[in-house]
């Protein structure tokens, strides 16, 4: 199932709790929408010069730039995460965190995404995920991959978890 609205604050926040803010790298989100998980990286004291927001829709892109004018926004596609990413990110990456509805995808788009994205990150930096399905977006047991999930966050609607997964 994709997601039908934006996500609610707590699943926000809790995918925001993932991501170090004392480190100075870059922050990649995907997906950011009209900025519901934005604002709880905000929130939670990530400095929006570090984020970088990776959205496909120009309208989302617009608002994004005006809300966030500090951060880098990129209009692109986050399945071509390198060609994306390839001319903005000046170390590697601290987290990324995905508001994506990733289980839409067929799981071979998603296994690249996630392969892409650690790429993309340092290593042992988190990659975020929520989902509204029971089974993990991602297999939880990737070679060479750890996994962790929140408790099922029940206040959302529809209720959600959080996955997350670093390259050991
Ligand atoms: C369900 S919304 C989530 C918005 C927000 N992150 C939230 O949690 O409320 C999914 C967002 O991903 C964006 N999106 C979908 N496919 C994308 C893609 N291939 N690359 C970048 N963004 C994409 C959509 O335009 C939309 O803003």
Redesign the pocket.
């Known amino acids: 199932m994709?997601?039908v609205m934006?996500?609610g604050r707590v699943l926000a926040r809790t995918m925001a709790q993932y991501v170090n803010v004392d480190s100075k790298e870059p922050v990649v989100e995907?997906?950011?929408?009209t900025g519901?998980?934005t604002n709880a990286l905000i929130e939670h004291g990530v400095d929006q010069k570090r984020l970088v927001l990776?959205?496909?829709?120009p309208g989302?892109c617009a608002l994004l730039r005006d809300r966030y004018p500090h951060a880098t926004i990129v209009q692109g596609?986050?399945?071509t995460l390198r060609d994306s990413l390839w001319n903005v990110l000046n170390a590697p990456a601290s987290a990324v965190v995905s508001?994506?509805?990733l289980v839409t995808k067929p799981m071979l788009t998603r296994l690249k995404l996630v392969r892409d994205a650690f790429g993309a990150l340092a290593p042992g930096a988190p990659f975020v995920q929520f989902t509204y399905s029971v089974a993990p977006p991602i297999p939880r047991s990737l070679p060479g991959v750890s996994t962790e999930a929140s408790e099922r966050i029940w206040m959302n609607l529809p209720p959600a978890r959080v996955w997350v997964y670093r390259k050991r």
């Open positions: 994709g997601a934006p996500s995907l997906g950011p929408g519901a998980i990776v959205e496909y829709n989302f596609d986050a399945y508001g994506l509805p």
